[in-house]
């Protein structure tokens, strides 16, 4: 299980509860659903048969965050789905889970001690940095807001809870469309980062 909290519980028997953020806002919550599953949640690395999962840091607060590396064979995918910059070690996964709180503008938190990149932000990293398919897996008041107002990001889609969403192996046809720069987004007629 990676995150999750009330609400977001799978079924069945969990090996692990990995999360990202030990100190995150919804952590006693978590620790208790977890618990009463034989789990403790923890930033932590798991393995097990091929599948391999490594924390790996990401600036989003004051106090150590991570984002998870989660390799199987030759597939690979990136869970980071709260970041204030994009996680360079990030570049080139086939499949990426990113943070989408931010609609156009960061969200910075009291005292710029951290925040929340904005979608736009991540599109333009995620372009750069050469992400096959990216997936907006957090989403805050900004996007949703947007969301209501009938606007698509440029770059990726938002995730759907329930949905399965497979890495792509290195070298497989990359799912998410390019943004061309100065273009013109077809689904928000935003200009594209």
Do not use: K
């Amino acid at each position: 299980m990676l995150d999750g909290g009330p609400g977001a519980v799978p079924a069945g028997r969990l090996d692990a509860w990995l999360v990202t953020d030990d100190h995150a806002e919804l952590i006693a919550a978590i620790r208790r659903i977890a618990r009463a599953r034989g789990c403790e949640p923890a930033v932590n690395a798991f393995a097990q048969g091929g599948l391999r999962i490594l924390p790996r840091p990401v600036r989003h607060t004051s106090h150590p965050a991570f984002g998870y590396d989660i390799r199987a064979g030759t597939a690979r995918a990136v869970w980071a789905p709260e970041f204030l910059v994009f996680p360079r070690w990030a570049r080139g996964t086939p499949l990426l889970f990113a943070e989408g709180s931010g609609w156009s503008r960061r969200i910075w938190f009291a005292g710029r001690v951290g925040g929340h990149a904005s979608i736009d932000e991540v599109c333009v990293a995620a372009a750069r940095e050469r992400v096959g398919r990216l997936v907006f897996a957090h989403l805050g008041r900004p996007t949703l807001a947007a969301l209501d107002r009938g606007c698509r990001p440029p770059l990726g889609e938002i995730g759907r809870e329930g949905r399965t969403y497979c890495p792509l192996s290195p070298g497989s046809p990359r799912r998410s469309p390019r943004p061309r720069p100065g273009g013109r987004s077809r689904r928000s007629g935003r200009a594209r980062p």
